[in-house]
């Protein structure tokens, strides 16, 4: 027998709740893009970064660029980006770091220049952007935080949509279940 409608709506309540707490939005990207930048000016042009996943963890990460010009609002074609990172705090060549590399131009949509990293470590990390143009050489440096990530939220995420789900079915096997006279 299903609970009382008011005991089902408190349950529903909680339920609600109780995803919305632990529902974590800066883990859910809809195809892996970069969606948030972080933008300096440099010299006659403005550069946006981004990474995927929006919250690093060591290993793979993929970096967006995109550089546009201050005057014209035109994007970059035609020059050297490249691309380099270490630790904060570090000094000389060490594990936590690499050697520059080159980002390439996106060819279905030429405004983003990719690069694909490897990370090794956690901690602050400082990348630095390289433009070289016509001889002109340009540098910006972002901050990222690369951190092991829980999977708690994950876990308690999906625990609660199953519940919600649960009810959900429920509630409608209830409203559609046929109604015998007695």
């Known amino acids: 027998m299903l609970a009382e409608p008011s005991k089902l709506k408190v349950f529903i309540c909680i339920i609600v709740l109780i995803l919305c707490v632990f529902w974590s939005y800066d883990q859910?990207?809809?195809?892996?893009?970069?969606?948030?930048?972080k933008k300096q000016t440099v010299g006659p042009y403005e550069i946006q970064f981004g990474t995927s996943?929006?919250?690093?963890?060591?290993?793979?990460?993929?970096?967006?660029?995109r550089i546009v010009s201050l005057k014209t609002g035109l994007t970059l074609n035609e020059a050297s980006v490249k691309l380099s990172g270490k630790i904060q705090g570090t000094v000389g060549d060490q594990i936590g770091s690499f050697e520059p590399i080159l980002a390439e131009q996106y060819k279905e949509d030429?405004?983003?220049?990719?690069?694909?990293?490897?990370?090794s470590d956690e901690g602050d990390w400082l990348f630095k952007v390289i433009?070289?143009?016509?001889?002109?050489?340009?540098?910006?440096y972002y901050d990222v935080k690369v951190q092991k990530s829980s999977p708690i939220k994950g876990i308690f995420s999906v625990?609660?949509?199953i519940l919600f789900l649960t009810v959900?079915?429920?509630?409608?096997?209830?409203?559609?279940k046929p109604k015998v006279a007695i």
């Open 28 to 37: 859910v990207e809809a195809h892996g893009g970069v969606t948030v930048f």
């Open 53 to 65: 996943p929006r919250s690093p963890s060591p290993g793979p990460i993929h970096i967006a660029l």
């Open 110 to 119: 030429p405004q983003f220049w990719d690069a694909d990293i490897m990370v």
């Open 131 to 140: 433009i070289e143009d016509k001889g002109d050489f340009y540098e910006a």
């Open 159 to 161: 625990i609660g949509l």
């Open 168 to 176: 959900l079915a429920l509630a409608v096997r209830t409203y559609f």
